[in-house]
């Protein structure tokens, strides 16, 4: 695994993190499509949440087309894909104990869902 260095730290903050890109990329969903959070596991970098892998949400809306943040923290290039506000309710996550007046939003690339 890599690990980053003090010395590197100000040259990997001035290539960006996720940021939009002007790419011509289809999205793969739309608002109020079913989706499910991949159940992946990799061994870098994500920001797929654990508790939210292999569970079932609704696309609320299309941010456009970003830099894929787990491609791009390992310098495997920018890899532009559709980034999404995905509604999952709390019970969905956390089981039946949680509110069910609760809901999460949470921002997940295409890489990250499949239709449910």
Same mark, same amino acid.
């Given at each position: 695994? +890599?690990?980053?260095?003090?010395?590197?730290?100000?040259?990997?903050?001035?290539?960006?993190?996720?940021?939009?890109?002007?790419?011509?990329?289809?999205? +793969?969903?739309?608002?109020?499509?079913?989706? +499910?959070?991949?159940?992946?596991?990799?061994?870098?970098? @994500?920001?797929?949440? +654990?508790?939210?892998?292999?569970?079932?949400?609704?696309?609320?809306?299309?941010?456009?087309?970003?830099?894929?943040?787990?491609?791009?923290?390992?310098?495997?290039?920018?890899?532009?894909?559709?980034?999404?506000?995905?509604?999952? @309710?709390?019970? @969905?996550?956390?089981?039946?104990?949680?509110?069910?007046?609760?809901?999460?939003?949470?921002?997940?690339?295409?890489?990250?869902?499949?239709?449910?």
């Amino acid at each position: 695994m +890599r690990v980053l260095k003090a010395a590197d730290v100000e040259r990997v903050l001035r290539k960006g993190g996720a940021h939009r890109v002007a790419a011509d990329v289809a999205p +793969r969903f739309k608002a109020g499509d079913r989706v +499910r959070a991949r159940n992946i596991n990799p061994l870098g970098h @994500t920001r797929l949440p +654990r508790y939210a892998r292999g569970r079932e949400g609704v696309v609320d809306r299309d941010y456009g087309v970003f830099v894929f943040p787990d491609t791009h923290a390992l310098g495997q290039g920018p890899k532009p894909q559709h980034l999404y506000s995905v509604r999952f @309710t709390a019970r @969905t996550l956390w089981g039946p104990e949680a509110s069910a007046a609760d809901v999460i939003y949470m921002d997940l690339w295409d890489d990250y869902l499949d239709l449910a």
